[in-house]
């Protein structure tokens, strides 16, 4: 185990096991469709890897970067896009993937821009979930965990850029962040 987390939340059986079960949901509930699957980067890139492989429908991928600023839990206008869709949604059925929803401003917001490209529908893919840290109102539709409010890392989600490609989810060691 890498030396700066203090335990494993998820190891990599379960989320294994957990993105299969999230594949088969979404593979009922798209029958016949053929969305359009976005991963927000940077955190959704190994998550979003996985999920797509474990989906059994006819699908395409895009990507954004975004960022989020400000008291943005009630205005779109609170929402970075550093990198756009390369496709147009008009008439899609999307599915934002995203490595967490925190907060909820970043999902929030970014929904609310992206609803008025006219989708057919949204739905969201996160695969944790901090509801004791929710700002916004705004629920996932597929949810890999809800966890407790700590500092996780691993599987795309980084602290300062780091630990994106450890293959669990751990807890980092306080003095990891506190030290600098
Ligand atoms: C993280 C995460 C979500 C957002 C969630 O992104 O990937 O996009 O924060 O937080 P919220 O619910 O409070 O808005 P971050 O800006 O750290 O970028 P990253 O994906 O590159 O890690």
Known sequence: MNRD???????????????????????????????????????????????????????????????????????????????????DISGRDVILVEDILDTGRTLYNLRDVLSRRGPRSIRIAALLDKPDRREADITADYVGFTVPNEFVVGYGLDYDQRYRTLPYIGILKPEVYTSS
């Open 5 to 87: 987390i203090q335990r494993i939340l998820v190891d990599e059986a379960r989320l294994s096991e957990r993105v299969n079960e999230l594949g088969r949901a979404m593979t009922a509930d798209y029958a016949g469709r053929e969305p359009l699957i976005v991963g927000i980067l940077r955190g959704s890139f190994i998550f979003m890897a996985d999920l797509v492989r474990v989906c059994d429908f006819p699908c395409t991928v895009d990507f954004m970067v975004v960022s989020s600023y400000g008291g943005g839990a009630t205005s779109s206008g609170n929402v970075r896009i550093l990198k756009d869709l390369s496709e």
